[in-house]
């Protein structure tokens, strides 16, 4: 069973992970969490192809590797979309202009990826 010691340690460790999730809440602003919120959907996916290609295997490596690549990209370009557009950084640059630079570079990576599959 589980002894004393061990449900102060998992009580701890849900009312940190709680609090965490509170102050998030509170001081994020909502275009953030929506971004954390595509960013996490980016991870997953990333995370289920490369489960996918160690379990199934690489027969259309090139297709594995694209998609593969072309979550790594996303994640990345949204990872800079998202310290652009944090009104507590300094960056002098509109959330408008961010977005649009952030849609181009997107346009540009599927172009390549496009063009590695074949």
Same mark, same amino acid.
């Given at each position: 069973?589980?002894?004393?010691?061990?449900?102060?340690?998992?009580?701890?460790?849900?009312? !940190?992970?709680?609090?965490?999730?509170?102050?998030?809440?509170?001081?994020?602003?909502?275009?953030?969490?929506?971004?954390?919120?595509?960013?996490?959907?980016?991870?997953? !996916?990333?995370?289920?192809?490369?489960?996918?290609?160690?379990?199934?295997? !690489?027969?259309?490596? &090139?297709?594995?590797?694209?998609?593969?690549?072309?979550?790594?990209?996303?994640?990345?370009?949204?990872?800079?979309?998202?310290?652009?557009?944090?009104?507590? &950084?300094?960056?002098?640059? !509109?959330?408008?202009?961010?977005?649009?630079?952030?849609?181009?570079?997107?346009?540009?990576?599927?172009?390549?990826?496009?063009?590695?599959?074949?």
């Amino acid at each position: 069973g589980i002894n004393a010691e061990d449900k102060s340690c998992i009580s701890s460790k849900m009312e !940190t992970i709680s609090s965490f999730f509170q102050e998030y809440r509170k001081n994020t602003a909502e275009r953030l969490r929506i971004i954390d919120g595509f960013l996490l959907y980016i991870l997953a !996916t990333g995370i289920i192809q490369f489960v996918y290609c160690a379990l199934v295997g !690489t027969f259309p490596f &090139n297709s594995f590797l694209s998609g593969f690549i072309c979550c790594v990209g996303v994640f990345i370009l949204t990872v800079c979309l998202r310290l652009q557009v944090n009104p507590k &950084n300094e960056f002098r640059v !509109t959330p408008e202009r961010a977005f649009a630079d952030y849609m181009l570079c997107n346009i540009i990576l599927f172009l390549v990826v496009f063009n590695f599959m074949g």
